[in-house]
């Protein structure tokens, strides 16, 4: 539920906070220096934008490189074990930096930290991180490190799950034309690889109207496109006191005047219903691109995983997605050397990979969860034979995103200007409907416009293109 009295006592721990940032930019002779370092998804993305906005506000200055900074965040991720490596590995960096700078502030936050293993290392061997806290108590940040500032040592506050949210809190967007939107917290699919559900809790949905009310706020601040986040935003609405499917939530969004561009994030195969392809297939502004995570082609691996689907399944209902939305893109995510996977099975994964012509696929080879049914398997797989399957995944992976990512050239179509691209001052990078990205000539104030773009040539997984005013073609 969303919680107004936490709203108020927040806001007072900002003001108090204002104070503190004052004193330090007498002691240091410059505005507090803070980096905010973000690991993972776009959830963490949000969350980060949620406590930058926050410490804009008290004066932090957030411009600065990580070495620089005087108080350093990590916002962290544990789906694979390399995330929980990263931060360990910078977590070493700065212990030596605080011997020879002792009044530098760390703080860690985010999934990881939902981890009790990972508490108990670090209540034990990294002492020198001042404050802790997890996904469920964001919120609290303000009042959390107002009291990192005043404490003398360790503060670690980590929270089991929480029915409370508290949305009205500033926040400071990365992008001024473009918005996550979390429309939903939590997992409760429980596939036996994944550690979500442990660290972000029972799937709870927001009410419609706060949903509506942030995007209304966002658009009159300049914003053409949002992305709705949610582990699995297909079973959106479930739980709330008047029940509301997705694809109803979809239409309500779409009524927003000003809102251009739709995007959601993920979508689990098992809950995506034919309202939603109907409502995705007559709208104008939700965006032709489903992410939808296959994890796996092979029905014993799937079943195993506990994912809800099979293989034909799957590929019947992309086939009925295409069919319904001719110029949809299909991404995916897909786990190698899941315990027990076979080449046999890989190969099931790999025909599901040509036969669906997925757009992207984000490959990951499986890492051991502790927590996760999965890990307590005993026939985990050896590493180089996951490596070698992944391989030929990656393999099939870039045919069929190579064969599908021309096949837009000469045909023109409406980007939103990005950014500047990177290795070419004088040209802008572009994201067309279908998650494609164009980069053409043009400059910086272009970006956060809707303009037609005409692909001239296809590079792998971007186009080059040129802008086109709308006599010429
Ligand atoms: N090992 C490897 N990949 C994983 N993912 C989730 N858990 C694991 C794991 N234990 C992948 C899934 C998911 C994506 C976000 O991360 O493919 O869709
Ligand atoms: Fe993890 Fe499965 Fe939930 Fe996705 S749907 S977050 S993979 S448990």
Redesign the pocket.
Known sequence: MENKEELARQLEYIDKLTKVTDELKDQLGHLPKCAVVTFG?QMNARDSEKLSGILLKVGFDLDCDENDADLVIYNTCT???NANQKVYGHLGTLKARKKKQPNLKIVLCGCMMQEQSVIETISKDYKFVDLVFGTHNIFKFAELLYNMYEAGSQIIDIWESTDDYVEDLPVNRKYTYKSGVNIMYGCNNF?T????PYVRGRERSRDPKEILREIEKLVADGVVEVMLLGQNVNSYGKGLDTPLTFAQLLQEVEKIDGLKRIRFM?SHPKDLSDELIEVMAKSDKICRHIHL?L?SGSDRILKEMNRRYTKEQYIALAEKIKKAIPDIAITT???I??PGETKEDVDETIDVIKRVGYDNA?T??????TG?P??SREDQVDEAFAKEQFKRVLDAVHESAGLSNSSLTGMVFDALVEEISDNDPTMVTGRLSNNSMVHFKGGSELIGQIVPVKLESARGFYYIGRMIDNNDN
């Open positions: 998804c789906v694979r074990d596939c690889y994944c550690i979500v993920t995570p994890q995510d897909i786990i050397g899941f984000f990951f080879i499986y890492s051991k969860r996760t999965a890990a």
